[in-house]
């Protein structure tokens, strides 16, 4: 019997099966999936790809490790948001080892960004897009009509939004004659229904201004208004539209392109049709504005007219006053001539005096001239030629003084100024 430092070996033969580069990649792979049938991971996009197949490839990594990662073009139809490289992701899928190169990879069935929510991603990465776009311009949002004619309706049918909507409306502003366009607004196949209702009012035509939206719900639920092709629907209508989305915390990017965002269906209604007893009270206020508005202009324009009323004169007064002041003025001539003359008779009287006896003789002839020259200077005075009869005569129109009888015409008013007063003639023929 051996002793315990020994060992016993006995050698037997031993038959060696080798396997196929193919059988060991199946059997690995069979092991993968028996082993790693569904898992989470997390990790960095990089080297993302979409090849003419429609799958799209990306490598996924960490700090330290790489894996290949293949998403069917089924299954990436249905993520929202934009994946670039350097996002982080948490992926779901199978691992899977591709025999063609025995490579190991993961077929990946759903991808969610990490640390936010894909819906939510999706949201802030389209809204960037568009509004770099300029759908959300202010410049290019046009106003409501004041009071529609006819109102378009695009919702669901069986929806609290459109149950509001026609109440608020019917209370608010009766007669108002509604288009509504039912359209799914949740689920596969919504924003599809959503944009042909659109365009059909739009080739409708009748419609003044559209009303689309729906009552709240979560993000899934409103997501079919955060579709790219539902904001493009919007923004190529030539129809003013309003959004009516939800809750009034909730947002969509229907609300950023629409004309106007009301927070609720209700509001929306409440937006698009004054009240009409509101209305009735602002006409009649507006009446009662413009009556005293015009009662001030009128009570002003009848001061400023008995203003100038009262500085407006006669021209019969201002002919009498003219005719006054031509009286005035020859007085007045004659009163200076007969001072000047009596100055000057003063002057000489004076200046005789101072003459000496030698010139006696010439002081006569002088004073003999002198008397001359003052009983012509007398003699050319207006009211000497007055006295002998003689008259002034003047037009009654602009008191111009007529020298000439070709200068009247017959039946032209004429003024004529005595000595003491004056007389208004008309002319009856004129003599040469």
């Known amino acids: 019997m051996p002793s315990d430092n020994q060992l016993d070996l006995q050698f037997r033969p031993r038959a060696v099966s080798a396997l196929t580069v193919t059988q060991l990649v199946r059997m690995v792979s069979a092991t993968l999936e028996q082993n790693l049938d569904g898992f989470w991971v997390t990790g960095e996009v990089s080297n993302a790809r979409i090849p003419a197949s429609g799958h799209f490839y990306f490598t996924l990594k960490d700090d330290r490790s790489s894996i290949s990662v293949v998403m069917f073009r089924g299954t990436f139809a249905r993520v929202r948001f934009k994946i670039a490289d350097g996002m982080a992701v948490v992926v779901h899928g199978h691992a899977n080892l591709f025999e063609a190169r025995g490579q190991l990879q993961i077929i990946a069935e759903e991808l969610e960004p990490r640390g936010v929510g894909a819906l939510q991603l999706a949201f802030e990465q389209l809204k960037r897009r568009l509004e770099a776009e300029g759908l959300f311009s202010a410049a290019r949002k046009r106003p409501m009509p004041f009071l529609p004619r006819v109102i378009g309706i695009v919702t669901a049918r069986s929806g609290a939004g459109l149950k ?13 004659h509604l ?5 799914q607004v949740q689920g596969d196949g919504a924003a599809e229904d959503i944009v042909a209702a659109i365009e059909e009012l739009n080739r409708d035509g009748r419609a003044e201004v559209l009303i689309v939206g729906r009552g709240g ?10 579709e790219e092709m539902v904001a493009r629907a919007i923004f190529n209508s030539a129809i003013p539209i309003i959004s009516a989305v939800g809750h009034e915390i909730d947002y969509t990017i229907a609300d950023f392109v629409a004309d106007l965002r009301a927070p609720t269906p209700t509001a929306a209604a409440q937006m698009v049709v004054p009240s009409r007893a509101e209305l009735a009270e602002r006409i009649a206020a507006a009446e009662l504005t413009l009556i005293d508005a015009l009662e001030r202009r009128i009570g002003e324009a009848r001061e400023r007219v008995d203003d100038l009323a009262s500085r407006l004169r006669h021209p019969g007064t201002l002919l009498r006053e003219a005719r006054a002041e031509l009286a005035r003025l020859v007085l007045s001539a004659a009163r200076a001539m007969r001072s000047q003359v009596r100055e000057r008779a003063y002057r000489v009287e004076n200046g005789a005096a101072r003459l000496s006896s030698a010139n006696i003789a010439m002081l006569a002839v002088r004073r003999n001239r002198l008397s001359e020259l003052a009983a012509q200077l007398g003699s050319l005075s207006p009211l000497k030629v007055l006295e002998r009869g ?3 005569v003047s037009r009654a129109s602009d008191r111009k003084v007529v020298t000439d009888a070709a200068s009247v015409s017959p039946g032209e008013d004429l003024s004529v100024r005595l ?5 208004r003639v008309r002319t009856v023929a004129r003599e040469n």
């Open 419 to 423: 000595m003491r007063g004056g007389l």
């Open 217 to 226: 719900g979560s993000l899934e639920d409103l997501w079919a208004f955060n």
């Open 179 to 183: 288009i509504f366009r039912a359209a």
């Open 390 to 392: 003689y008259a002034v």
């Open 164 to 176: 509001d909507i026609l109440r608020v409306i019917g209370d608010r502003f009766p007669g108002r």
